[in-house]
């Protein structure tokens, strides 16, 4: 399969997956736990990734808690190409200061951006879409958006409103939405021009590079002099005093809004309307429907144990590896069980799982975090 020798994927792997609590934890966060096979959700994107770029043109973008684990999952990467930040600065200066190192490394070259916790059903489809967005991305200064076609009226994503069609089936992009109230998602699923944010980008090093220098001066400074350190023995010393003075902001706030705002012709944003089977898998439910669409157990019962027992129950989600687990006139449920805590909720309430999380932090039992 031909890689584009241009082409640098840039995977962004901080946070802690909170809503995955009690199976991650500050060290072992969800892109690093096998949610959806027996790879981990950090491995899949990598091995999606290799027929596009080899591993010597991967880069990661983690924190310090994460990094070793990394590095143990993808023993092909050199350490040097797993960057962990200081301090979260969110993904506007982590994806930037990919662009700024890139850039001296090869002044052509495209930067894409993922995430490391997604699902992708049809991994050849993925990747004939990401060629075609190479290839517009490296055409000028364009940035590239995937786009998921809506199936519900979710509020917990981004919007992508598109306008008119080129040729080539991409669509150019009029502006970005945050994550909206139920009304209007609704109306936007209903208008039928508008599209999730998948969260993965494609843009030349220099198109970002310059967005940044426009929109967020200050932090592309210290961006800039970050990079001009890589590879030297001061650099550690560096990234750590000068990342966390960088604002603190997406690149949806920092570039996208501020682009798609100049209007469809000057803007210059594309959306590739995405069609792969993605599912950013954001909590216990999701990760229920799944599986559920993939396997159809039987009554919707997905249980991990040694053996089971299934009574008048239908649509539980059970984690008790190495135990035996009976269900008996239970529905709903999400019980996920560890050595050391043990979770109960119903599906409805899985989103909140990360309150869990917050108030363990707030008690400083970071024991169990």
Not at 169 to 188: H, I, W, Y
Not at 210 to 221: N, Q, S, Y
Request: glycine share 8%.
């Amino acid at each position: 399969m031909n890689k584009n020798s241009n082409f640098y994927p840039v995977i962004l792997a901080g946070g802690r997956g909170t809503r995955f609590w009690p199976l991650s934890r500050r060290k072992r966060a969800k892109q690093l736990l096998a949610l959806d096979g027996k790879q981990t959700m950090i491995q899949q994107t990598v091995r999606r990734l290799l027929p596009l770029a080899p591993a010597k043109r991967l880069w990661i973008i983690t924190n310090e808690d994460l990094r070793p684990a990394i590095l143990k999952q993808l023993p092909k990467l050199e350490k040097t190409q797993v960057l962990a930040e200081p301090v979260g600065r969110n993904t506007a200066p982590a994806v930037g200061l990919a662009a700024f190192l890139l850039l001296r490394e090869n002044p052509d070259a495209v930067i894409g951006m993922f995430p490391s916790d997604h699902v992708i059903g049809d991994e050849n489809r993925y990747r004939e879409t990401l060629r075609q967005g190479i290839e517009i991305a490296a055409a000028g200064q364009n940035i590239v958006v995937l786009g998921i076609r809506p199936n519900r009226p979710e509020t917990g994503y981004g919007y992508i409103e598109a306008g008119s069609a080129l040729p080539d089936g991409s669509l150019r992009v009029r502006r970005f939405t945050e994550k909206p109230d139920a009304n209007q998602a609704a109306e936007f699923v209903a208008a039928g021009n508008y599209f999730w944010n998948s969260g993965m980008f494609l843009w030349s090093a220099r198109t970002l590079a310059d967005a940044l220098r426009e929109h967020l001066p200050k932090t592309a400074l210290l961006l800039e002099e970050i990079a001009s350190a890589f590879g030297t023995r001061k650099f550690t010393a560096v990234f750590r005093k000068l990342y966390p003075k960088c604002e603190n902001i997406s690149v949806d706030y920092a570039v996208l809004e501020p682009r798609s705002a100049k209007g469809e012709q000057a803007g210059n944003i594309f959306c590739l309307p995405a069609d792969f089977g993605w599912n950013d898998l954001g909590s216990w439910t999701a990760l229920h429907e799944h599986s559920v669409a993939r396997s159809n157990p039987q009554e919707g019962n997905l249980v991990a144990g040694s053996g089971t027992f299934l009574l008048n129950a239908r649509g539980n989600y059970v984690h008790a590896p190495g135990k035996f687990v009976a269900a008996v006139g239970v529905s709903e449920l999400v019980v996920v069980d560890t050595p050391d805590a043990l979770l109960i909720t119903n599906r409805q309430h899985a989103q909140d799982v990360g309150k869990v999380v917050k108030y363990l932090d707030e008690k400083k039992l970071h024991k169990l975090t």
